[in-house]
């Protein structure tokens, strides 16, 4: 069994910082690609950043120059920094690990965590 949870959300100020974890646990054999997304009442989930194990980065325009995503790979942790907060990044933000899990090597799975509430509110 392998589970993602992601903490980290909250009320802040427009301008103000968050910073998101999404810790993975269970029979983990490595961790490829870890992604930030979000979804705002209304609408799609939107894709705001990629990470490979290697540690490239990609940004959705959205996001580029206010977010920053990393991961420590040894804590199985991926992090999303968030800074300059505008009302407009209020969301639910998931994270998404493709993990290969230990007994079975020779398949990759996407998984999803639950979920943190993000609100941008003065």
């Known amino acids: 069994q392998v589970q993602l949870v992601e903490s980290g959300g909250g009320l802040v100020q427009p301008g103000g910082s968050l910073r998101l974890s999404c810790a993975a646990s269970g029979s983990i054999f490595s961790i490829n690609a870890m992604g930030w997304y979000r979804q705002a009442p209304g609408k799609q989930r939107e894709l705001l950043a990629t990470i490979t194990s290697g540690g490239r980065a990609t940004y959705a325009d959205s996001v580029k120059g206010r977010f920053t995503i990393s991961r420590d790979n040894a804590k199985n942790t991926g992090y999303l920094q968030m800074n300059s907060l505008k009302p407009e990044d209020t969301a639910v933000y998931y994270c998404?690990?493709?993990?290969?899990?230990?007994?079975?090597?020779?398949?990759?799975?996407?998984?999803w965590g639950q979920g943190t509430q993000v609100t941008v509110s003065s």
């Open positions: 998404n690990a493709e993990i290969t899990q230990i007994g079975d090597i020779w398949r990759t799975r996407a998984y």
